[in-house]
């Protein structure tokens, strides 16, 4: 077999895995029914005081994100919380958060599902979002 069409085969291998990687993987689920997501860690969160851009973000945060992830990122039933050192700066960078916002996020880290992607977020919105998020971290000793 020539080198050539040795690369063309490989190559046509790979396709056909990823593809098959992608057909086999399971359907993206909103939010887990309650039973499922019996192990959730909703914590108690220390709240700074805020500057502006960081009020901005709280304001952006309060519309798209607490409902699943709680008022101040602590967590709820249908969301993990934010302020766990999961989400320290070092594990999920600023990209990851926006990543998250656009695309949805398949489950990883817990039971409760994938993420949807956030309908009527930007990549300012979610700048200002993560602005907010990191002081909170920040005084919850997350860094």
């Given at each position: 077999?020539?080198?050539s069409?040795?690369?063309?085969?490989?190559a046509?291998v790979?396709?056909?895995?990823?593809g098959?990687?992608?057909?086999?993987?399971?359907?993206?689920?909103?939010?887990?029914?309650?039973?499922?997501?019996?192990?959730?860690?909703?914590?108690?969160?220390a709240?700074?005081?805020?500057?502006?851009a960081?009020k901005?973000?709280?304001v952006?945060?309060?519309m798209?994100?607490?409902?699943?992830?709680?008022?101040n990122?602590?967590g709820?039933?249908?969301?993990?919380p934010?302020?766990h050192?999961i989400?320290?700066p070092?594990?999920h960078?600023?990209?990851?958060f926006?990543?998250?916002?656009q695309?949805g996020?398949?489950?990883h880290h817990?039971n409760?599902?994938?993420?949807?992607?956030?309908?009527?977020?930007?990549d300012?919105m979610v700048a200002?979002?993560?602005?907010?998020?990191?002081?909170v971290?920040?005084?919850?000793?997350?860094?």
């Amino acid at each position: 077999m020539s080198n050539s069409l040795r690369v063309i085969v490989v190559a046509m291998v790979a396709v056909l895995a990823a593809g098959a990687f992608w057909i086999s993987r399971p359907s993206p689920v909103a939010v887990q029914p309650a039973a499922q997501s019996a192990s959730a860690e909703t914590i108690a969160v220390a709240m700074p005081e805020l500057s502006a851009a960081e009020k901005s973000g709280q304001v952006r945060y309060s519309m798209l994100c607490a409902q699943c992830h709680g008022a101040n990122a602590g967590g709820t039933m249908q969301g993990p919380p934010l302020i766990h050192k999961i989400y320290e700066p070092s594990h999920h960078g600023d990209m990851a958060f926006l990543l998250a916002a656009q695309n949805g996020v398949r489950a990883h880290h817990w039971n409760f599902g994938d993420m949807p992607a956030v309908e009527g977020s930007n990549d300012e919105m979610v700048a200002e979002i993560v602005t907010f998020i990191r002081a909170v971290q920040r005084a919850n000793g997350i860094q």
